[in-house]
């Protein structure tokens, strides 16, 4: 259920900002561009609200500008260049970069309230970047290891909503986000080591 999560919902939104896609490109951004912007925005929100405490309104944030993540993939497809080898790579190493921001902006706050969840949202950040290792290690193997229950969509809306409700003051839900997000991050560095180790 979970990994069917981004089949449904990333296609439907993809279709719903082709036509402002389309209107950033004919007033001249590039799709490199809103991907530097979207980032600058979600790390410096997280790393700012977080800490802070302020989780509702920094999530309000980070999701805005985690849309850049389908703009600017929805511009480099329409565009007359379409999509580049450098704007992909570029592209998966900022994902990296603002997936860790999220977290660790929510670990800095843990630290301070000196809470007993801090473990296991160390462990939910190493496990998270593990999940995309994997799969890029395996692909230097020629082998295609995108697979495993949660995959990057599902894990940032996971964390977004543990991390908002929190903010909203819903009992129990940031510490049942983090372990989910935990698990469910375990169970897919699992899955992609058996993926690649039938492979080989």
């Known amino acids: 259920m979970v990994a069917m999560l981004s089949a449904y919902l990333k296609p439907a939104i993809t279709r719903a900002i082709i036509p402002i896609a389309r209107g950033a490109l ?25 800490p802070r405490q302020e989780f509702f309104v920094g999530t309000l944030l980070i999701s805005f500008f985690a849309l850049s993540d389908l703009f600017d993939g929805a511009m480099a ?31 800095l706050a843990l630290i301070e309230s000196d809470d007993r969840l801090l473990p296991v949202a160390l462990g939910a950040l190493v496990a998270g970047t593990l999940v995309p290792y994997i799969r890029a290690k395996a692909e230097s193997l020629q082998i295609e290891c995108s697979g495993g229950i949660a995959e990057r969509t599902e894990r940032l809306i996971i964390a977004l909503t543990a991390i908002g409700f929190e ?9 049942i986000g983090v372990w989910v997000l935990f698990v469910l991050a375990v169970v897919t560095i699992v899955q992609r080591i058996l993926i690649v180790k039938a492979a080989l």
């Open 26 to 50: 004919r007033v001249g951004l590039t799709p490199n561009a809103v991907t530097f912007v979207g980032a600058l925005g979600l790390v410096s929100s997280a790393l700012y609200f977080y």
């Open 77 to 107: 497809r329409i565009s007359k260049r379409g999509e580049s080898k450098w704007g992909g790579f570029l592209d998966s190493t900022i994902d990296r970069i603002t997936d860790s921001a999220i977290l660790l902006g929510l670990i």
């Open 167 to 175: 903010g909203l003051g819903i009992p129990y839900a940031l510490a």
